[in-house]
Each structure stands twice: as C-alpha cells, then as structure tokens.
C-alpha cells in the first residue's frame, strides 16, 4: 500500500511526473488548488460574471460545474447556470442527463437542458440517418461539434452570459491539436487557447479552466466527489471519430514516456502566438443566415442546416439570391455540396 505524502492514509493517486502520492483529501486540495491557480494565471474569470458552464453531465463537466460552484460560494458576484446540450442520440445521452439533474438537485443549481431537436429541427439520430440518405460526406462528430458550439452560442446570448466555461482538459486539447494537425486546420490550431476573448464583441468569451489538467485527474475528482456513478458510457459514434484512436495512441505514448502530454501543450503554446501572427487580417464575415460571426460568409452550422433540408424557405431564397450576386456565396454552396470536413 502506498502512503499519501503529506499524511498517514493510503493513497488514492500517484502523479506519474512528480511521483507525488496523495490521498483522497490532499488530492481534492491539490486539484483544486491547481484549477484556482489556472484561472488566476490566464485571467479567467472577473470579479462579476454570468458564467454558463458547457455540462454534458460526464465527469469532467461536472467537475468543472462543482469546482466553479465551490468557488461561487466565495465569489458572491457570480452567477453560474449550467447548460446541458441533448444532442438526441439515443441510449446515451439520457443517462448523462440523469446526472446533471440530480447534481444541480442537490446543490441548487440552476440549469437549462436545450436539444438539437428545438434549435436544429432534428435530433442527431435523425440528422445522421437524413445525412445517409442524401448521401452527404459528413461524420456524426461533425455535426454534432457544430451544432453543438451554434446552440450553446445561442443559449450563452440567450442568458445574457458574459463568460461560457468548458471541461476541456490537457488530453482533449491535445488530442484536437493532433487532429487539426493532421488535416492541416491551422486556423483552428490557433484556437485552442486557454481564453478566447473578442474585443469587438463578435462573442462571448470562452475559458477552459481544465486547460492544463490531465484527464485522469479530472476524472478522478469526479469520483471521489461522487458526481457520477463508475460505469463507463460510450457515445455510439465515438468509432467514426479519429479523436478516440488519436486518444488511445496518445495514452499509450503517456504510460511509456510520462509528460508527452504536457509536451505537446508547451508544444501547442509556441506555436499559437505565431499562427495568430501569421493569420492576422484575415476577413470575419456576419453569416447571411443566422448573423452569427464566422470565418465565411455562411458559417458551417448554417451549411449543414441548408443540406439536410431545416433552412425555412423565404432564407434559402434570400441565400439563392446573394448567391447570384456573390460568387464566394455561390462557391461555398457549391463546396459544400462535395466537400468532407471532420470536426
Ligand atoms: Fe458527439 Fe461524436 Fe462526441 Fe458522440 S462522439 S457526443 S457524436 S462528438
Ligand atoms: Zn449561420
């Protein structure tokens, strides 16, 4: 049995870098400690916010959710309500539910649970199966990302939030580097910051305060505060995703070389001040459907939404019509007629 470092009790985690070992009490201190120290360190969160906190009712959402609310208790000025997106994919996303119900029960949280199927027109079941049938090229993952950040977006504005807080931790930002590496998105590289501010108010500003917390930690914090339960539920389309083989080559890359994680974030934080340098003064465009401001002239939810058939009639006239006079309108219809893009 190996003893905790600062006491008598068993230890329930070993840091595989510092070798450190704690129990369950000093790991929750040492989580917290290093979540607070990260939101100082970025500039996170200010003295008065309305803070939407992205719940999917997973582990580390709703580590995040109990971490921020403890912290609220100090931070009287803020206000947190957490959103819940119910994508619609059946057998799954029910269960995740459950548990940000009972959470928010129980700690008298206030949530909002807003689904594909009020603000897309479809669940995500049926826009795969539509998706099928029109023989279109996209991958569950896409458009669930997409539509996904559209609703959340249109939720936050809809609260009146001025801050939305998301559970990405160091694996999933450098598992999406990878990804974006791959298929050469450097544009979306430059992203993964641990802010993303907009001066200009194009929108709302958006921190990951897990930016530099391994997974396992996040996890781990979630059990020992009993937020779910330890059964293991899958999305059933994480298999046409590369993110879950990119993940488990990663996490075997981690267990023979501790720290190639906390590599590539160093990695990641080099190169995104040059990205942004390289990138700077590149157009940002209102999108023609929904206003929302996009690196096109109609952003990638609003393509989708025009391809599976949820674009009301009098706005794909108006969009047909631009398209005559605009010929970048016209292309990206065209594009995305044939074109395969993965979240
Ligand atoms: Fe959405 Fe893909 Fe994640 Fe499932 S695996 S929740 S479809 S992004
Ligand atoms: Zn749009």
């Known amino acids: 049995m190996v003893k905790c470092n600062f006491c008598e009790r068993s230890a329930v985690y070993i840091n595989p870098i510092s070798k450190i070992a704690y129990c369950k009490k000093h790991f929750v201190e040492y989580f917290e400690r290093k979540v607070r120290k990260t ?29 921020l609310v403890r912290l609220a208790r100090k931070n009287p000025k803020w206000k947190i309500t957490a959103v819940l997106i119910d994508e ?5 996303r029910e269960k995740t539910v459950e548990n940000l119900v009972k959470y928010a029960e129980i700690h008298g949280v206030d949530y909002v649970i807003a689904s594909f199927k009020d603000y897309i027109g479809m669940t995500l079941d049926e826009i795969v199966s539509e998706s099928f049938k029109k023989n279109l090229p996209y991958m569950p993952c896409s458009y669930c990302g997409v539509f996904r950040r559209y609703v959340l977006n249109k939720v936050a504005h809809e609260l009146k939030a001025t801050v939305i807080a998301t559970a990405h931790n160091m694996d999933d930002v450098v ?17 993964l910051t641990p802010v993303r501010d907009s001066e200009s108010g194009e929108f709302i500003r958006r921190i990951k305060p897990f930016y530099e917390i391994p997974e396992k930690e996040s996890a781990l914090y979630a059990l020992l505060n009993n937020l779910v339960k330890p059964e293991f539920t899958q999305c059933p389309y994480v298999k046409y995703n590369i993110r879950s083989t990119i993940r488990k080559m990663l996490n075997e890359l981690e267990d023979r070389y501790p720290g190639v ?11 995104i001040p040059l990205l942004k ?3 700077k003064g590149r157009d940002r465009y209102k999108c023609v459907v929904c206003g929302e401001f996009s690196s096109q002239k109609i952003c990638r939810a609003c393509l989708y939404k025009i391809q599976l058939g949820l674009v009301k009639t009098e706005e794909i006239r108006h969009v047909v019509d631009l398209a005559e006079r605009d010929k970048n309108i016209a292309e990206l219809l065209k594009l995305y007629k044939n074109n395969s893009t993965s979240d």
């Open 39 to 67: 939101l100082r360190k970025y500039n996170m969160l200010r003295e008065e916010e309305r803070i939407v906190v992205a719940t999917s009712g997973g582990k580390d959402s709703l580590s995040l959710l109990h971490i």
């Open 88 to 92: 619609g994919i059946s057998g799954y």
């Open 175 to 191: 598992q999406t580097y990878l990804m974006n590496i791959i298929s050469n998105s450097w544009e979306r590289v430059s992203t």
């Open 261 to 271: 994680k906390y590599g590539l974030l160093r990695s990641l934080q080099t190169v």
């Open 277 to 279: 340098d390289h990138l």
